[in-house]
């Protein structure tokens, strides 16, 4: 079934989107993929710490109406690092649809524009569908040397 007045917008993550952010972790959790995305914790106070968040570090959604349908991050800049950490989940109603493949190109080009020419991510490698789209992006993975089971990804995002 389609939708009767489908709308999508990108917005940086607010204080507005608290609760909706809240209801996105648990739609998550509750379709099984907790495991594989769990960028900071999910409970009420954390979420209200990174919705209210200012830094150099970006949380951006990507929602129609009230309702999230993609949340992706890029992460390290506060800490001093130069590549930024990539992580992004597509709301289990609206995968399939392309939504992650546009998430990651908008968090490419915010990581463009901020100055950097590689992005890095970790995955766990045995996250199928997250490693299709990394390596169809153009992500060079490897065994992460500091904890089994997971692998590193990077992608050159500046101009050659
Ligand atoms: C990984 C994830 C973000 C993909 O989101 P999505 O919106 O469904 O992805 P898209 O529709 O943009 O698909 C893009 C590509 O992803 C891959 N993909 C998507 N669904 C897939 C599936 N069911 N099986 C295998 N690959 C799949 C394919 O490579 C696809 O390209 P194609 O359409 O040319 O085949 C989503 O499954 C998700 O949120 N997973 C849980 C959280 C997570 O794992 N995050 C990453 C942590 S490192």
Do not use: C
């Not at 996250?127 to 089994?148: C, F, I, M, P, R």
């Amino acid at each position: 079934m389609g939708i009767a007045d489908p709308s999508l917008e990108v917005v940086r993550l607010t204080p507005k989107w608290q609760e909706g952010l809240q209801e996105f972790f648990q739609d998550l959790k509750a379709s099984g993929d907790g495991v594989f995305f769990a960028p900071h914790p999910a409970d009420e106070d954390s979420i209200s710490r990174v919705a209210a968040y200012h830094g150099k570090d970006l949380y951006y959604l990507l929602v129609e109406r009230e309702k999230i349908l993609g949340y992706g991050m890029l992460r390290g800049w506060d800490e001093g690092y130069q590549i930024p950490s990539l992580g992004l989940a597509i709301h289990p109603s609206a995968r399939g649809q392309g939504l992650g493949k546009i998430l990651m190109d908008i968090l490419h080009l915010l990581a463009l524009r901020r100055g950097a020419d590689k992005v890095r991510l970790r995955v766990r490698a045995n996250n199928e569908k997250a490693l299709h789209l990394y390596k169809s992006l153009g992500y060079v993975l490897n065994e992460d040397t500091h904890q089994t089971g997971f692998l590193v990804g990077l992608k050159n995002i500046g101009r050659e």
